[in-house]
């Protein structure tokens, strides 16, 4: 598992790598995270229910990780770890996942840049013999 980040006129990239697609979103959330601030500095006190249903992988990819950012501007929690669950339903995608993480502390969690949403913009998500992949943009 691994991620990176890309450079992007005006907008911050990422591409993910993953054994699966679960744990491609989990790595979504600590790039996601790390691009708020240092993930290592992330506690894991708090745990958090999450099920999210969307039409395809692309869309569960994007919605999960906007997610994020609304627990993070509207409950100022940072997520250090997920276990994620996906499953198959008739016309779609169900996300179902417990997050860990503490609520932000301006003392310890500085802020490296602000996230408004993910973006569709050049989104990726694939998968092949050595695992998944997916390009993701934030909109910074």
């Not at 450079?7 to 989990?26: K, N, W």
């Not at 500095?41 to 869309?59: C, F």
């Not at 500085?110 to 998500?125: G, M, N, P």
């Not at 694939?126 to 390009?135: F, K």
């Amino acid at each position: 598992m691994t991620y990176r980040f890309l450079d992007h006129t005006a907008d911050m990239g990422v591409e993910i790598e993953a054994a699966s697609f679960e744990d491609l979103l989990a790595e979504g959330l600590l790039a996601l995270t790390d691009s708020l601030t240092e993930v290592e500095q992330v506690g894991l006190d708090m745990e958090l229910q999450v099920d999210l249903v969307a039409p395809s992988r692309e869309d569960l990819l994007v919605d999960w990780l906007n997610e994020l950012v609304y627990l993070f501007e509207t409950e100022s929690v940072l997520f250090g770890l997920a276990e994620i669950g996906v499953e198959e339903e008739s016309g779609g995608w169900r996300l179902r996942g417990t997050l860990q993480g503490e609520r932000y502390d301006p003392d310890r969690h500085r802020i490296k840049r602000l996230i408004k949403a993910v973006t569709y913009h050049q989104l990726r998500v694939s998968s092949s013999s050595r695992g998944w992949q997916a390009r993701v943009i934030f909109d910074i």
